[in-house]
């Protein structure tokens, strides 16, 4: 700030004399009573880059380039330069390049105190780059909040909410310092590039909550406010809008986020009348009772170890007939059987024993529990070790009672009669009260069996 020079090097908010070699970057020069920066012939400046001249005194120059400043073309980028709304109109201009200096520019906002847009003025210039970033706007006061006397408590230079200059620089500069939400793109002006840049406006394309500047980074799309097609807008399932899945939320795009088979939406009851236009209808499925809501972000919401989207069998949120309700608790016990055989490869004539292991997985104690194992044919029943609970002609096994975490064994030795393969099963038939889990309630066991070699051929094989 410059306003007493009494002649162009000390009246200049900078002046670069003969042979000088400087960078310019990120400062505020108004108010100076010449020029802004005055670059004396001979002198040469590496980089003038993001700028914020608010000059302009009537016949001087922002930005004024004496003859001979021809440095390897130097950047000039990403500068605002004004000139103040309190000069005088007259030759007062932006950039004056004169002679035969060369600059190139680009990304550059000027803004004259007459309104109007103007074109580097230049005379006997070889080479002159320069692309503005914008057309003419006739309010000065849309780039920055304030600009004013030095003692002016007010005075503030940083750009406003809808400036223009706002994600206008240089896109292959580096925006880091600057806070979220940035844009992607660095600011023209002092500020541009560090810490204190303005915030880009927040543009939300989809009205789901989250800006597309955040969208861009996550996996939600911008343009589809329910990114999942669950029913629930993607700012509702991200409640902080931060972008990250935290604790407590469901994820936005995923449409069962607790993996049990239920869409959030469904679980939450979300209806047809909830959803916005971006809900896929092939993939929502509505909650047919919004009455009664479950847990998206725990898969057994009743906590009777019965996944919900196994007690509501048909996904649609309702209690229907022949399901278990997954809001309450339903007793139920797990029981799983188990099946071996001591010999897998017995001789006919051999005695083969069958171990059947009948556990209580919980959560309830189970009664009446009964297992069922038909010795097939080519295998005669023996003996077993149940004190009679084990029924040979029909295969049944009354286990009786067991709480939850016990465990039952029987087992059965029988005969093989002839040579084959033989599948040995035993299933579960009875149990009280319900077992929600069928895939363990059976197994079984095969056997291979094989007439006795001659003497001389176990002799020969070493047998």
Request: a negative charge; glycine letters at 12%.
């Amino acid at each position: 700030d410059n306003p007493a020079g009494q002649d162009i090097e000390t009246g200049s908010g900078i002046f670069c004399g003969g042979g000088t070699l400087a960078t310019i970057k990120n400062n505020i020069i108004s108010s100076s009573e010449k020029f802004g920066v005055y670059h004396r012939s001979g002198g040469t400046t590496d980089c003038m880059y993001n700028d914020l001249c608010l000059n302009g005194i009537a016949n001087f120059f922002n930005v004024t380039i004496g003859s001979g400043n021809i440095y390897d073309h130097p950047d000039f980028i990403n500068n605002f330069l004004f000139a103040d709304l309190t000069s005088q109109l007259g030759t007062v201009s932006t950039i004056f390049v004169r002679n035969t200096s060369i600059y190139e520019a680009g990304n550059n906002i000027e803004y004259d105190n007459d309104g109007i847009m103007r074109e580097i003025i230049f005379i006997d210039t070889e080479k002159i780059l320069f692309t503005p970033a914008l057309p003419s706007i006739s309010e000065a006061n849309k780039f920055i909040y304030y600009w004013g006397a030095k003692t002016d408590p007010a005075e503030d230079f940083h750009l406003k909410q809808d400036s223009p200059c706002i994600d206008a620089g240089d896109p292959t500069d580096s925006y880091s310092d600057e806070p979220l939400p940035n844009g992607g793109v660095i600011n023209i002006g002092a500020y541009g590039g560090t810490t204190e840049a303005t915030t880009s406006p927040v543009v939300d394309s989809d009205g789901d909550g989250l800006p597309d500047s955040l969208e861009n980074t996550t996996c939600t799309d911008p343009f589809d406010a329910d990114t999942d097609d669950d029913g629930i807008p993607d700012g509702v399932e991200d409640g902080n809008q931060n972008g990250d899945f935290d604790p407590g939320e469901t994820h936005p795009c995923k449409i069962d986020t607790d993996g049990d088979g239920l869409q959030d939406g469904t679980e939450l009851g979300y209806t047809l009348g909830d959803i916005g236009p971006d809900t896929d209808l092939n993939k929502f499925q509505s909650d047919l009772d919004p009455t009664s809501t479950t847990d998206a972000l725990d898969p057994d919401s009743d906590g009777d170890r019965i996944r919900d989207g196994v007690e509501d069998a048909n996904h649609n949120g309702r209690f229907d007939e022949g399901e278990t309700n997954p809001g309450i608790y339903t007793p139920n016990a797990d029981i799983s059987v188990e099946k071996s055989a001591d010999i897998p490869k017995p001789y006919i004539g051999d005695n083969v024993v069958f171990t059947i292991t009948v556990t209580n997985n919980g959560p309830n104690d189970a009664t009446s529990v009964q297992v069922t194992d038909q010795l097939p044919a080519g295998l005669t029943y023996v003996a077993d070790d149940s004190d009679g609970a084990y029924a040979s002609g029909t295969g049944k096994w009354d286990v009786g009672n067991l709480a939850d975490g016990d465990t039952s064994t029987l087992e059965i030795t029988t005969t093989v009669d002839q040579a084959g393969r033989f599948t040995n099963m035993a299933i579960r038939t009875e149990s009280s009260p319900l077992d929600a889990n069928e895939g363990n309630d059976s197994d079984d066991t095969v056997v291979n069996t094989g007439g006795k070699a001659m003497p001389w051929l176990l002799l020969l094989l070493g047998d």
